[in-house]
């Protein structure tokens, strides 16, 4: 009684079977026709930066599509990509050591110096942009800097100002953000313990000041919390998870502006590092994403960053064009990293360190975490 | 009726049978081989086999077979050495032979990547003070040490590091300094956490799974969907309410704020640590654990309590000696899977461990995705999977696996 | 049985009093996500106003974010391609496993059984690595293809073992029965077996299904960006930044489950109580 419908059934099941496998076969990527780019970069409020400063003006002129994605960091997908071939990311903003490990490792495409627009009076970029910003397979965009912030309606009573406070436990007890990786966090103890901060990195150098830093992340490792994402920190501060947290100075910025929330940055200790801008090797798009980077680096481009979150040009002709924050009209200088008020005690990252040892630090850093 | 038509149906249902057994059941099997077992069987060769140095660096490799061992290797290895990593440098292989040194020796990733941008030609010295001049490392045995374990093709390194143990130069096997061990305590954390949650989940369920197995028809599926709501509920979706639940500023910490219990200020941790983990997971397994208790527990006549407690038994005597043991297949089926799931965890540990609420799992997560020391990764998980297997085969034999049934 | 005194009693409700605390935990976590999703606040406690049950306090906004949000519904679309491709392949080949694996003349059946239900018993994080060792050789990473294999393995066991077991209370004289009155293999099959194991095969469906709705394993070793399913994009929503939006499409997750959890159940009873 039931067998023309459980024959249609079958038939049906087979057709769909069919239909299903040949679209999943055809489906894997969008067509190559129209052209589309796919930048790569931090995600919440930065991203949303890099959306309006370098995305949509770059569609206006060019008529090239860019999709945002996001990640927190790392080349473990980059290489992914670039080893099984199907490489759908075009350009990533990446971190100073992993641009140069990217590099070494054959993961980025070289840069070609030449292609970089000169600065609006006619210097050429070679000599507009910072020192150690062009390099070989990426390009300085912007400096940014890992800072610690407090929460005051959280945090009642006297305010932390350096960066020993943030280890303070008897003065600030509570849980603390940290982001969960050696990177800054080793500086931030050594400084917290005293280390003179141009002695950081050469401490840093020896098993023993290795150690000492380690040693003072102990002294806290049961009230830290964890973060990845930018995103999450504000967000810890806001519901009051924790009551202080190192965060990247833009996104506080963005959370005091945008939502009103009381947050206070601690820039003591602040280490200020910059974002590089890289093509991943062996994309199909390698001529539009040559294209974008030329067009991002263009000292507007950059300086538009500047309009929407507390991240300054890695150019010289930068400075000239910063202005306010475009939905608020707040001043932007005194919430650049690099404004004079702010490094007063400021320690550049050195990415040359961590390339060289990020391996161990990490591999450290996780045995450490998980005893 | 035709005999033609019948003789079809015998070919087809009763001669032959075997054959057509095995027929209907060879896909799956070729597609599970295909697509499973393939795939670990990738992994478990990712885990022993690494060719990228040695295939980077074969003459050097070729000349340090020779080699002593203690003193400096002479001149011809520098110079290999010196022309492979360059060449190297020139075909973008560079980074990840020097990663592999490295993960041997700490400190080799500069020594090398140095080199190769370095070192031209020998500019009128020898090889080994042009090296040697780029960096003092050179002139140590270890850095060749180095070179010669990561060249090798087959390798046990990423087994004894996922045992927290390393090879010496001198070919002893030796605990990895203090510093970096961290597997096997965490191999047994995770051991620890998942014989707990299956201790918990037992504990939890199987007088849920008696209530349920012997109340009325009508009430039994009321109470069975109490349990069935959970299990078919997305695991995110749990997961999300553990956090909605247990955090700071969560409801449950805002209730007992709201009661007076606690104080503003020290409102209860309960999440991102193993509380979160313990609770969130044992949330997770649970239904493992009830629903196949409640399938065995079902088909056991209640009269069999009733008629030992007739005969004099006590109520725990009866449940002891009678009950208990014929429940044992349910308890062994939920107890391993609620196991098995429990040690192979990974997204609610990721998502509300913090940092002392991680497992193991994590820890392959992280070399996959974050460190990329995939072979190391594939040791763990062939560690993981050997203990599973055992596990299974130990099952097998006490309860038998097509007993396996979902509630 | 007649009650034998006080302890009895005590004991009796101390029981009942557990196993209602054991109901709660299960249950409380699923249905406080329901209202706290119709916060009109972001936040994840109920605001006075929601205790008082102000209307001003629930809002529908984070629905409308969700359902306004492109990622989300790209979410939706891969998730659903990929589950219900996964579920036809694990539906197909299960159902023909789990038919020879009753048969009685199968050589080797419990080693067979072993190997099909192994990718239900091996620790998720062990398969997935092993598929992106694996698959990326093949190139099959960050492809719909790759995910679209990689659940259907995940999800042939639970068709296995469902239509298994439908097919245990199955009557091979019924084989017999139809080939005597002159019916051919096939129409044996679709007129015979078909429809009494049609319960079970349709339940392994829905198991497959839920499987592949609810898995990020995989998706997260091996999915690209054009691959972001449901369950992926709220793994980063929790990880970054948890916003009552997650509520809103967790709710909506948990309606759907409910009714693949009713529809099982609805099919278990129809095929007699298994």
Redo the contacts between chains.
Sequence with gaps: MTSRPYRSRIRQVVHATAFVLLASLSWSRPAAGNESLTLVSWGGSYARACQKAFNEPFTAETGIEVRLESYNGGLAQIRAQVETGKVYWDLVDLEMADAARGCDEGLLEPIVAADLPPAPDGTPAVDDFFPDMITECGVGMLFYSTVYAYNPTHLPGPKPTTIQDFFDLEKFPGRRGMRRSPLVNLEFALMADGVPVDQVYATLDTPEGVGRAFRKLDTIKEYIVWWEAGAQPPQMLADGEVVMSTAYNGRIFNAQVLENQPFVIVWDGQVLDHGILGIVAGTPNLEAARKFLTFAMRTESLAAVGRYIAYSPARKSGAALMSTHLETGVDMQPHMPNSPANVARALSHDWRWWRDHGDEMNERFSAWLAR | ??SN??A???T??LSG??L??????????A??GL?????????LS?SVYDPVVADALPATLDLLQDWDGVHIPPEPAFEAIARELRRA?Q??????V??RI??VH??L??VI?RTARRVREAEGLSWRDTLVGVHAAWDDVQTWHAIRHAGERFTARHYLHALDLERRSDGRIAPRPD????YV??LWRTLVVSLSLTGLCLL??Y??AY?IAHAPPQRA?L?L?????????????????????L?????IN?TLVALGLIADESRL?MI?NMTGTMVAMT?VL??FMVLPLYAVMRTIPRLHM?AA?SLGAS?VQAFWRVYWPQTLPGVGAGS??VF??A?????TP??VG??SG?LI?N????H?????N?GL??AI?GL??AF?LVL?LVY?RLV???R???G | MPPRGLWEIVGRTAYLVFCTAVFVFLIAPIVVIVPLSFNAEPYFTFTEGMLRLEPAAYSLRWYQNVMGDPEWRHALLNSLFIGLAATVLATTLGTLAALGLTHPALPGRSAIMGLLISPMITPVIISAAGMFFFYSNLGLTQTHLGLILAHATLGTPFVVITVAATLSGFDPNLYRAAASLGAGPLRTFRRVVLPLIAPGVISGALFAFATSFDEVVTVLFMGGLEQRTVPRQMWTGIREQISPAILAVATLLIAFSLLFMLSVEWLRRRAGGR
């Design positions: 009726m035709s038509r019948q079809e149906a015998d087809f249902f049978p075997q057509r057994a095995v027929g209907l059941v060879l896909p799956l099997v597609f599970i697509t499973f077992i393939a795939p670990l069987a990738t992994m990712r440098r075909e973008r292989t560079l980074g990840r020097a990663t490295n993960r700490g400190g990733r500069s990547t510093e970096y061990r961290v305590s965490l939890l369920g007088p849920v209530l599926s109470l969907l109490l349990v069935l709501v959970p299990f078919w509920t997305s695991l995110l979706v749990r997961t999300t309410a553990w956090i909605v639940l955090q700071t500023q969560g409801v805002s941790a991102y949330h649970l239904p009733s407690a109520t391993l899977l098995i799931l040690i192979g965890y990974y997204i990721a998502l913090g940092q991680q799992s820890m392959i997560a992280y996959m995705q974050s460190s990329l995939w990764a594939a998980g993981l999977l599973v299974y097998d038998g696996i097509e396996m049934r979902l």
